[in-house]
């Protein structure tokens, strides 16, 4: 494996995408080339994530709070039950069961809930690949949507670490992917939760983009549409990005054009889907809004949550005093990320991503102490720090990314599904 050099300024000369030096000798040969290129990234994420995650295990086995709670809801016999409690509850019922859309009334419900909650809320990709993998390996669904989550963070590292490569040299690839790894909710990305299928489909969407790969980005974007509502983030960057690239010419018409039309069939296909099933057309936003309290605010909900946070009280929706102050303090950081990284002068496909995805993220009421994981998917704010980083000799790195990850044990895993609801 090749030493990857200190690179001393802004923009390298030389990405490690360049065709020079790539080992040749048929498909040997481009699967080592491949190892060379990633296996750098890839590794640093997974010891890092490995280090992250033995720690949140054995803090949940330290406190044992999980034995007190409802298998379905943060509980269970043994500490990684947690990984597939909540959410990953649901994913599980629709790998077994399928869907059964419908809008059920409760006459006396919760303030705010008039509509009982329903499989529906989760698209379809992320449990409909942890059956295929149950099928194909005879692991229960609980080990093959863990198995689709490892996966898939290690593809999401290598797209990151490919994204970021081509701004800003290998170094910093490498790093930025180590961040990923102990970023504020990460502890999603190894749990049964479809976080790391979309970041993977996400950053080689934007890697394509980046590349002109104009049908590649489009036909990822739609299968990315499959995953999450908030791929809407994501179409919406591929479009504008294809739409300026029919301004200029430079990569002809059809090409851009079939990336803007594919981009958003996924989404809208299961959404219509949802509303054809349920008799009413808008019956998707209907099951958000009404089942799970979670819609777009225009940023009410954000604003009630910080100004509770700050004032210390707790007279907002699902408040949880330490996800809660963490947000904050994420939401804080935010306009400091937002302006390094524009500073860097990415691509417009990153700065429309990333801008679009923490107003989605800011601007709907939710649960706010998971601003952490919802923002997991704007892996491009930290592509000023991976650059500011890459200066740092290899054992200074590997002290700084290694105590990060064991903290990150506590605040990207403990704090956000034993002290919240992730």
């Known amino acids: 494996m090749n030493a990857i050099p200190a690179v ?56 044992g ?43 006396n419900g919760p303030v705010g809930f008039s509509v009982e909650q329903n499989s529906a809320a989760f698209f379809p990709l ?38 970021v490569d081509r701004m800003a040299g290998p170094r910093a690839g490498v790093i930025a992917a180590g961040i990923w790894a102990i970023a504020p909710g990460s502890g999603a990305e190894w749990a049964v939760y479809s976080d790391s299928t979309f970041v993977a489909l996400a950053a080689w969407a934007c890697y394509c983009v980046m590349t002109k790969q104009w049908v590649a980005a489009g036909v990822i974007t739609l299968v990315t549409g499959l995953n999450r509502p908030t791929a809407a983030a994501l179409i919406g960057a591929v479009g504008l990005a294809a739409l300026v690239e029919l301004y200029r010419r430079e990569s002809g018409v059809l090409r851009p054009l079939t990336a803007m039309l594919l981009a958003p069939v996924g989404l809208l296909g299961y959404v219509a889907w949802v509303g054809w099933r349920m008799g009413e057309w808008g019956g998707y936003f209907r099951l958000q809004h009404d089942a799970w309290l979670h819609y777009f605010d225009w940023g009410q909900g954000t604003w009630h949550a910080i100004r509770g946070v700050l004032l210390g009280r707790n007279d ?35 700065t429309a991503y990333t801008l679009a995805t923490i107003v989605s993220v800011l601007g709907s009421l939710g649960i706010f102490g998971n ?3 919802y923002l997991l998917p704007a892996f ?28 990150s044990g506590w605040y990207a895993g403990y704090v956000i599904f034993e002290l919240g609801v992730p």
């Not at 040997?28 to 890839?42: I, Q, S, T």
């Not at 080990?143 to 996966?151: D, F, H, Q, Y």
């Not at 000023?384 to 054992?395: F, G, H, N, T």
């Open 65 to 107: 709070d999980y034995l007190k709670k409802p298998a379905r809801f943060g509980g269970g016999a043994n500490p990684w039950d947690v990984l597939a409690t909540w959410d990953g509850w649901w994913y599980q019922q629709v790998a077994q069961f399928g869907y059964h859309p419908a809008l059920v009334t409760i006459p």
């Open 371 to 373: 601003v952490s994981r």
């Open 316 to 350: 907002y929706p699902f408040a949880f005093p330490v996800p809660d102050l963490f947000a904050t303090l994420i939401v804080l950081t935010l306009p400091v990320l937002i302006v390094l990284l524009i500073r860097l002068r990415p691509p417009l496909v990153l």
């Open 380 to 407: 491009p704010l930290l592509i000023a720090l991976a650059v500011a980083m890459r200066k740092l000799s290899w054992p200074v790195l590997a002290a700084v990314l290694g105590f990060g990850a064991v903290a």
């Open 126 to 163: 992320y449990p409909g690949l942890m059956r295929m993998t149950s099928d194909v390996t005879g692991l229960g669904l609980y080990g093959a949507g863990m198995l689709v989550s490892v996966v898939a963070s290690l593809f999401a590292a290598a797209g990151i670490y490919a994204v």
């Open 8 to 63: 001393a300024s802004d923009v390298p000369e030389q990405r490690s995408d360049d065709p020079e030096g790539v080992p040749g000798g048929g498909w040997r040969g481009g699967a080592r080339a491949l190892v060379v290129r990633f296996g750098p990234a890839v590794w640093c994420y997974a010891v890092l994530k490995l280090i992250g995650f033995t720690v949140f295990m054995k803090l949940l086995s330290f406190s």
